[in-house]
């Protein structure tokens, strides 16, 4: 068996883990789990929303998204998106 540095082990594994959620089915899985762990419930502050949050920013940085590296992407896409109203 041969030895993986932590590095090239975190990169297999980013890369393993975005192959997986960038495909049509992953996206809608992701979702749903990041749904699960109340990544969209900001205003919810019970300690189980809280501990999940900090879970799925867990997740979305070990698949290299969410980073300090990453923060004016991240902002830029959330920019990105039109108002509810806006919306066709």
């Known amino acids: ?6 590095e090239t082990n975190n990169d297999r594994e980013r890369a393993l883990f975005r192959r997986v959620f960038n495909t049509e089915d992953g996206r809608v899985a992701l ?3 990041l749904d699960e762990l109340y990544f969209y419930a900001l205003d919810d502050t019970e300690p189980e929303a809280v ?3 900090k879970l799925a920013g ?3 940085g070990r698949m290299g998204i969410w980073t300090s590296d990453n923060r004016h992407r991240i ?3 959330f920019l990105d998106i039109p108002w509810k109203d806006q919306e066709e």
């Open 51 to 53: 501990f999940g949050r």
């Open 58 to 60: 867990r997740l979305l």
């Open 31 to 33: 979702t749903a789990i």
């Open 1 to 6: 068996m041969s030895k993986l540095t932590i």
């Open 75 to 77: 902002t830029e896409s």
